[in-house]
Nanobody
Framework: VQLQASGGGLVQPGGSLKLSCASS????????IVWFRQAPGKNREGVSC???????KYADSVKGRFTVSRYNAKNTAYLLMKSLNAEDTAVYYC??????????????????WGQGTLVTVSS
């Protein structure tokens, strides 16, 4: 099972980025997909989750700015990030395991992680 997160980069404040999380060797269709981030010197934070049936949850810090989605035919999940600010600078990871919903997504344990993609918001 491999998850590959991509799409990070340098973006100016107020800008947008779209991250992708692609799976190989593991079908994501039936499971929730979660996005985490870890900023320098800070604990890892659960950012967003999309359940197997498309339900979504967001951390308060990103609500209204980030949108999580999934395209099961491509075995891929996405995180569209808008109105980015410096506090969004972090390494972003996707994760999954045999969970179907998003209850307590930020505190569950996950066996499958992407390698992380760096998002830097700076002028």
């Amino acid at each position: 099972v491999q998850l590959q997160a991509s799409g990070g980069g340098l973006v100016q404040p107020g800008g947008s980025l779209k991250l992708s999380c692609a799976s190989s060797g593991f079908s994501l269709d039936s499971y929730a997909i979660v996005w985490f981030r870890q900023a320098p010197g800070k604990n890892r934070e659960g950012v967003s989750c999309i359940s197997s049936d498309g339900g979504t949850k967001y951390a308060d810090s990103v609500k209204g700015r980030f949108t999580v989605s999934r395209y099961n035919a491509k075995n891929t999940a996405y995180l569209l990030m808008k109105s980015l600010n410096a506090e969004d600078t972090a390494v972003y990871y996707c994760a999954t395991d045999r969970y179907y919903d998003c209850s307590g997504y930020g505190s569950r344990s996950y066996n499958y992680w992407g390698q992380g993609t760096l998002v830097t918001v700076s002028s």
